[in-house]
Each structure stands twice: as C-alpha cells, then as structure tokens.
C-alpha cells in the first residue's frame, strides 16, 4: 500500500463530520509536504498561475542552501581555529566527535563541516519543534491549514543566530517571532513584521549578552573572536583590514552570525531568488542604491572622533548581516512593499538606515535588524502613497 492510499484510506477522520476534524490541519500539512495539492480554483473570476505558496516556500528554503553550507563549515572552521590557538580541548563533550574522526584542523573540510553541523541542527531543530507546536497550535484552533510559510521562518531564524546561543533562549525568540510577530495578526500572509527578525530582536533586547558582543561569534569556551563590525567600530576600516582582507570577508571565513558572513553565498541565493522571480529585484536594487549612498556621504562628510565614517560602501557589503539582510529579509513578500515604485523607497530606506544606525551609533555596530523591521512599518504607508500619487495622476490625465 502506497502513502496515497494510506492518506485517501484515512482522509475521512479528518474532513467535516470525522471523529478527527479538528485535527484536519495536521493531516492537510502532512498531504501537502508529500504530494501536490489537488485543489482547483472556483468561480467564474479566478486568476491561474502556475506557482503556488508551496512552491514560493520552496524555492526560498532552496536559495539558503548555499548560506546553510556556508554556516555549517565556517561554524566549524572558527571554532576549530579557537581551539587550536587555545591548545585545548575546551567544548563540550558531545561536540568532541568531529575531533575523534578528523581531529581539530581548521584546514580539514570534514572537521569544519561536521563540527559546525553540530551547532547548526540543535538550534534548527529547537526551532522547528518550538515554532512547529505553535503554527499547529494557531491553526487547529482557527481551523486552516498549516501554512508553509513557517518552512522559510524557521531556517532564516536559525541562520542570523550566534552558534552558542542557549536552546532555551532559541525556544523563546521563535515563540515570540511566530505568536506576536505573525499569528496574533492572523498568520502567514497578514503579518506586517518579519517573524524571524521579530524572534532576533526580541533576543537581542531581552538576552544581549547571548547575542551581542566578541565572545559568543566563536564557538568555544573562554575564547573570544571582533567581528568585523566591532572592530570597524573600535578603530576604522583599517582596523578591520589588520584582521581581516575584503575577499576573506567577502567568501565568509570571518566570525558572525551562522549564515549571514558569507556574502558569495547570499549572492548565489539572490541570482537563484531573481530567477525563479520569487524576490523583487526593485527591493534589492534599492538597498545597494540606499547603502551606497548614504556611505559616501558620510565618507565626503567624515568625522575625527567617529572611524565608521571613513567605512566604503564595500565594506559595508561584507560586513554583519547586510547581504543576507537585503537578499532574504528585506525582500519578504509579506512584510514589505508592494508595489512597484514602492519596493524602490522601501529599499532605499533599508539602505539608508543601516549604514545610518551602524556608523553614527556607537551603542549598535549592525543595523540591518533594526533598518528591516522600521522599514516594514512604514511599507503600507509607502504603498498608500504610491496609490494615491498614481489615482490623482490619472485623474489629472483624464480631466
């Protein structure tokens, strides 16, 4: 007997008038991951396209491949890099088996891969079982499917964390990303936040020791790792260049975030997003325009007692979350702008705002977090006045 069958034989529990009807979420989420969905559009006025929510899930979860391979190995290679200049073994017992095989050697791909998967899969898996009981939670209750969008949430989530941070501490970022940033205004498709950058901030201002600071980018006890944004901040570019080259930061061997040091692999994602039409190249566009501009005139400007001035725009390419910020979350489907003029103001607003709070900040070196999420309070705003400018436009042309 065939899953199909398995699922036909008992799809009757589930539907209206079974013993399981509330329960009828769960049985659609598990249908729906294994098979193509079998509804048809009804009605006389119906607009058919060949994609689907699944699909646009599909493919996002897809372009964070390259950002997921990524974290894997430059998780482990910097934490294999600590260990050696430390001279111990200072980790956890568990995390001692991709010594066991291939030892310690930061130049051992095996090593760096599997060290770093075993800091990736338990946040992943916290996040999945977390944010999974409360997507089922919401949609048993209201009576609706499970939506996939919960898919995309969850790994972004995991990919802008620390690789030390606390499961209990993971728990409760999702939590608060999935039920206040998402299901309170209704679920998938009618949240004006971003959930996983939600969860973030609510770490980031709840538990800033976790997520903040030199020590918790370098997955190993009693070591310490700058990131380039910190150490942009204490001393300038050239304070960065005395550790880290452009090209080094630009493949992702630096400290950060699990997913987001990479900006080769964002860039991969962003071709593969761009083509497959899931992400808006207007979004994009607009966060380069947005950064590069606001980066030169503060360079033009400068400052003798601020180095972040004198930071170019290139830097601030390969720096913190920017990339991964512009390419995954900035061009959020739901949380951004709509429409077409709009999708430019909204990320030249990003842009703008991320090198504004990085560099004349001093409390806050990464501002991309905080450029996403007031951005996205100000998109239905931004649309609004788009709409408005093109209704009197065509009035004016029609008088």
Same mark, same amino acid.
């Given at each position: 007997?065939?899953?199909?069958?398995?699922?036909?034989?008992?799809?009757?529990?589930?539907?209206?008038?079974?013993?399981?009807?509330?329960?009828?979420?769960?049985?659609?989420?598990?249908?729906?991951?294994?098979?193509?969905?079998?509804?048809?559009?009804?009605?006389? =006025?119906?607009?058919?396209?060949?994609?689907?929510?699944?699909?646009?899930?599909?493919?996002?979860?897809?372009?964070?491949?390259?950002?997921?391979?990524?974290?894997?190995?430059?998780?482990?290679?910097?934490?294999?890099?600590?260990?050696?200049?430390?001279?111990?073994?200072?980790?956890?017992?568990?995390?001692?088996?991709?010594?066991?095989?291939?030892?310690?050697?930061?130049?051992?791909?095996?090593?760096?891969?599997?060290?770093?998967?075993?800091?990736?899969?338990?946040?992943?898996?916290?996040?999945?079982?977390?944010?999974? /009981?409360?997507?089922?939670?919401?949609? =048993?209750?209201?009576?609706?499917?499970?939506?996939?969008?919960?898919?995309?949430?969850?790994?972004?989530?995991?990919? /802008?964390?620390?690789?030390?941070?606390?499961?209990?501490?993971?728990?409760?970022?999702?939590?608060?990303?999935?039920?206040?940033?998402?299901?309170?205004?209704?679920?998938?498709?009618?949240?004006?936040?971003?959930?996983?950058?939600?969860?973030?901030?609510?770490?980031?201002?709840?538990?800033?020791?976790?997520?903040?600071?030199?020590?918790?980018?370098?997955?190993?006890?009693?070591?310490?790792?700058?990131?380039?944004?910190?150490?942009?901040?204490?001393?300038?570019?050239?304070? /960065?260049?005395?550790?880290?080259?452009?090209?080094?930061?630009?493949?992702?061997?630096?400290?950060?975030?699990?997913?987001?040091?990479?900006?080769?692999?964002?860039?991969?994602?962003?071709?593969?997003?761009?083509? =497959?039409?899931?992400?808006?190249?207007?979004?994009?566009?607009?966060?380069?325009?947005?950064?590069?501009?606001?980066?030169?005139?503060?360079?033009?400007?400068?400052?003798?007692?601020?180095?972040?001035?004198?930071?170019?725009?290139?830097?601030?390419?390969?720096?913190?979350?920017?990339?991964?910020?512009?390419?995954?979350?900035?061009?959020?489907?739901?949380?951004?702008?709509?429409?077409?003029?709009?999708?430019?103001?909204?990320?030249?607003? /990003?842009?703008?705002?991320?090198?504004?709070?990085?560099?004349?900040?001093?409390?806050?070196?990464?501002?991309?977090?905080?450029?996403?999420?007031?951005?996205?309070?100000?998109?239905?705003?931004?649309?609004?006045?788009?709409?408005?400018?093109?209704?009197?436009?065509?009035?004016?042309?029609?008088?």
């Amino acid at each position: 007997m065939s899953a199909r069958d398995i699922l036909d034989s008992i799809e009757p529990h589930f539907t209206k008038g079974g013993k399981l009807e509330k329960y009828y979420g769960l049985y659609e989420m598990v249908d729906t991951f294994i098979y193509t969905p079998t509804d048809v559009t009804r009605g006389k =006025t119906h607009v058919r396209d060949g994609n689907d929510l699944k699909r646009t899930m599909t493919f996002v979860v897809i372009a964070t491949a390259f950002c997921v391979l990524m974290a894997w190995y430059n998780t482990g290679y910097q934490a294999n890099l600590a260990l050696e200049a430390m001279g111990k073994e200072s980790i956890d017992n568990w995390r001692r088996i991709p010594m066991v095989l291939f030892g310690y050697n930061p130049y051992n791909p095996l090593s760096c891969l599997v060290h770093g998967m075993l800091y990736f899969f338990p946040i992943y898996f916290t996040t999945l079982a977390v944010g999974g /009981i409360w997507e089922v939670l919401f949609a =048993t209750v209201r009576k609706h499917e499970v939506n996939e969008g919960f898919l995309v949430s969850s790994m972004l989530y995991t990919l /802008i964390l620390p690789p030390d941070m606390p499961l209990w501490q993971v728990a409760l970022g999702i939590s608060f990303g999935i039920v206040l940033g998402k299901e309170v205004f209704g679920g998938t498709g009618k949240n004006f936040l971003n959930p996983a950058l939600t969860g973030r901030a609510f770490l980031f201002f709840a538990y800033p020791a976790s997520i903040s600071g030199d020590a918790v980018w370098v997955a190993a006890d009693g070591f310490s790792g700058a990131t380039a944004l910190s150490l942009g901040a204490a001393g300038g570019v050239e304070n /960065i260049q005395a550790t880290f080259g452009w090209f080094q930061a630009f493949l992702g061997f630096i400290p950060g975030s699990m997913g987001e040091t990479s900006t080769l692999a964002c860039l991969l994602g962003a071709a593969f997003l761009l083509y =497959t039409r899931v992400a808006s190249y207007r979004i994009m566009g607009g966060v380069m325009i947005g950064m590069i501009a606001m980066s030169t005139l503060l360079n033009v400007v400068g400052s003798s007692t601020n180095h972040m001035f004198a930071t170019p725009w290139y830097w601030h390419l390969v720096m913190g979350g920017f990339a991964f910020g512009m390419v995954y979350m900035a061009t959020d489907p739901v949380s951004a702008a709509v429409t077409d003029t709009g999708r430019w103001i909204y990320g030249v607003m /990003i842009g703008f705002m991320v090198v504004l709070i990085r560099v004349v900040n001093p409390a806050f070196p990464e501002g991309m977090m905080l450029a996403i999420l007031f951005s996205n309070m100000f998109a239905p705003l931004i649309d609004y006045f788009v709409v408005q400018a093109n209704i009197r436009r065509r009035i004016k042309r029609h008088a």
